[in-house]
């Protein structure tokens, strides 16, 4: 298997292939911070729409009754909340839509792209808004800081929708019939990438990093609860519990030390807490 196009300073490239919809994509969030915080120097990430969920909804093969129940058996085993009652009270009529508009993001910066990403998960997953909707497309622009005029002319453009396409060649490409799955490239383009589909304890990308590499990485450490706050500005409990390898409990004394200072604020999810930087 070998990688279609780009290439980056970095030693190693990540193709990672998500569905903006999918749980087990947003379950993987913790993992994917861990990862760039201790080996962040030594590879990219590439996100790569598979487009595989949104055939799933069109074909209604699965009832959104059966949705909400993997929603909710994700959320209570992964610990990253998400709420399967979305799927009952407010489905996602049109899951292509999220996916164009994800491509939109990204015509504004690959950072963009990924602040946009986030926000659609938290807007799905947490407050249950039916983000094939235009108007919540566009809220989710404006809280993400994007050029919001841009967005809504980039969403109906040919551009877009090409970038998504290319994106569906590349998953058929590669063979991607799961989601998530990453692919590990080295410098060497005539190499073949090594494929992970779906998720695995942490150590496993950390041994597939050093196997890739010809030098042992070198680990950083977390920064300051504090500046990880900072940065990331909204995070679930889980999230910084892997980053710190903690547990739940450590990591709940150790936010309420920064709630006091009003530092963060709590927000209550379906399962689990998540925390909101306080910006000056």
């Known amino acids: 298997m070998k990688r279609c196009s780009g290439s980056d300073r970095k030693p190693l ?4 292939f998500i569905d903006p919809l999918c749980p087990e994509c947003w379950a993987l969030e913790p993992i994917l911070k861990k990862l760039q915080i201790e080996y962040g120097p030594y590879f ?3 996100h790569v729409l598979s487009g595989r969920l949104a055939d799933l909804h069109l074909s209604r093969k699965k009832s959104y009754e059966n949705i909400a129940q993997v929603w909710e058996k994700t959320a209570s085993r992964s610990g990253m909340s998400c709420d399967g009652s979305l799927w009952l009270e407010n489905p996602i009529d049109k899951p292509y839509a999220v996916s164009i508009a994800l491509k939109a993001a990204e015509l504004q ?3 963009a792209g990924l602040r946009f990403l986030r926000r659609i998960q938290e807007m799905l997953f947490l407050e249950k808004q039916n983000t094939s909707d235009l108007e919540v497309l566009k809220e989710c622009a404006d809280s993400a800081g994007l050029d919001v005029e841009e967005f809504m002319t980039d969403i109906h453009s040919e551009s877009a929708a090409k970038a998504f396409q290319c994106d569906l060649k590349i998953t058929s490409e590669m063979d991607v019939n799961e989601i998530p799955t990453l692919v590990f490239f080295n410098e060497n383009i005539e190499d073949e990438g090594i494929k992970i589909t779906g998720s695995y304890p942490y150590e496993v990308y950390v041994q597939i990093l050093e196997e890739m590499l010809a030098e042992r990485p070198e680990k950083s450490p977390p920064p300051p609860l504090e500046t990880f ?3 990331f500005k909204f995070v679930a409990s889980k999230e910084i519990a892997v980053v710190y390898n903690m547990s739940i409990s450590q ?6 030390k920064l709630l006091l200072k009003q530092v963060v604020e709590q927000i209550p999810a379906k399962y689990g807490t998540f925390w909101r930087y306080i910006e000056d």
């Open 13 to 16: 490239e990540i193709y990672l």
């Open 44 to 46: 990219s990430i590439k």
């Open 229 to 231: 706050m900072q940065f």
């Open 251 to 256: 990591i709940e004394r150790e936010m309420k």
């Open 109 to 111: 910066g690959r950072r």
